[in-house]
């Protein structure tokens, strides 16, 4: 039905949404911290002149990790949801039946991780392609539309700046991420 794999669909976009943008965030500063050490520059100006590197790999580096927690719940979530009752395999539909029979056949089920590169191949693309677009549109649209510094306007126009950028980030992501769909 309808709700058949909730249970696990909502633990993998709970646990991968939290940690890729907790960690980029996270990732972005350490990557920054570390920059600065190595060239003796401000954080500031590695922030600036090191902006699009740091966004990629932070974005990556999240990704990768978010995807490595989410796997084993997404796993869970396509077996529940492909597996008919009346198929001779009569998997469970319930979470932790499901989980306790994947985890009892794990060699049979490639369980936690056997689909974690495919995931990889769409996932990260997708991230760092967002991640950039994101930053890069929202810089621009401060730059080009409302020409000051960013803690220089209302919550409604960082709001709209925020919501403009993530709609254009996430049309460019399912774009470019697209040919990693059929892997």
Known sequence: GLFRGLSPTILAASVQTSCKYGFYEIFKDR????????????????????????????????????????????????????TSSTSHKNFPSEFLPALSRMMQHRKEYNFPFGPIFPLWARQVPGTII??????????????????????????????????????????????????????
């Open 130 to 183: 967002n991640f950039f677009v994101f930053e890069s549109t929202a810089s621009m649209m401060y730059r080009n539309l409302l020409p000051g510094r960013k803690k220089d306007f209302s919550s409604r126009q960082q709001l709209c700046v925020s919501l403009g950028a993530g709609y254009v980030a996430g049309f460019w992501s399912a774009v470019l991420s697209h040919p990693a769909d059929s892997i």
């Open 31 to 82: 990557i920054a911290v570390m920059i600065s050490q190595v060239t003796h520059d401000t954080e500031e100006s590695v922030r600036r002149d090191y902006r699009t590197g740091i966004c990629v790999a932070s974005a990556a580096i999240s990704e990768t990790v978010a995807d490595i927690m989410m796997c084993p719940f997404e796993m869970l979530k396509v077996q529940i949801q492909t």
